[in-house]
């Protein structure tokens, strides 16, 4: 296992090109999505809902792929569950933010860990959402992350 921050491409997360202006390749990263899950029906239905609404989606089956997957992938959202074999969700998102990888993550739980300390803390920029949770209760939330409103140079919540 990597160490945090081992392996990760100093040039991943955040960079645009000297010009100011944005790729292609980075448009199309910014709506790159990472699902993690170890019910292989939930993963995949996720999937399926994300790509209908027009978003890349790569998965994982637990924790630990994800966090491997991670020292040489970019992202632009982590949607990851907490009862998982080998690395728990909120560990998952613990090890990225001590590496200092910006990467919103929304953590999905039919049990939420309330009781960690230092979950208010790792959240953000992030989220929770309950399972079972709808459809369009999924794309709220990735849609605040990767769609935000065009609110004028304010922050979002005021629009």
């Known amino acids: ?9 100093p040039d991943s997360y955040g960079m645009t090109e000297p010009s100011g202006i944005t790729s292609a ?15 292989a029906c939930v ?9 209908r609404a027009g978003y890349s989606v790569e998965c994982a089956d637990d924790g630990e792929a994800a966090w491997e997957a991670l020292a040489t992938e970019t992202f632009a959202l982590l949607i990851t569950d907490h009862e998982m074999p080998r690395l728990c969700g909120l560990d998952l998102i613990r090890r990225i933010r001590v590496a200092a990888i910006p990467l919103p993550a929304i953590l ?6 309330w009781s960690a300390p230092d979950l208010p803390a790792l959240l953000p920029p992030g989220a929770a959402l309950p399972k079972p949770f709808l459809r369009d209760e999924l ?8 769609d ?12």
Do not use: W, Y
């Open 1 to 9: 296992m990597p160490a945090p921050g081992d392996a990760m491409r």
């Open 25 to 39: 390749s980075e448009a199309a990263r910014s709506r790159r999505i990472f699902v993690v899950d170890d019910d």
């Open 43 to 51: 993963r995949q239905v996720m999937a399926l809902v994300l790509r």
């Open 108 to 113: 999905i739980s039919g049990n939420f860990p």
């Open 139 to 146: 794309l709220k939330r990735v849609r605040l992350f990767l």
């Open 148 to 159: 935000p409103p065009d609110c004028g140079g304010r922050a979002p919540a005021p629009c």
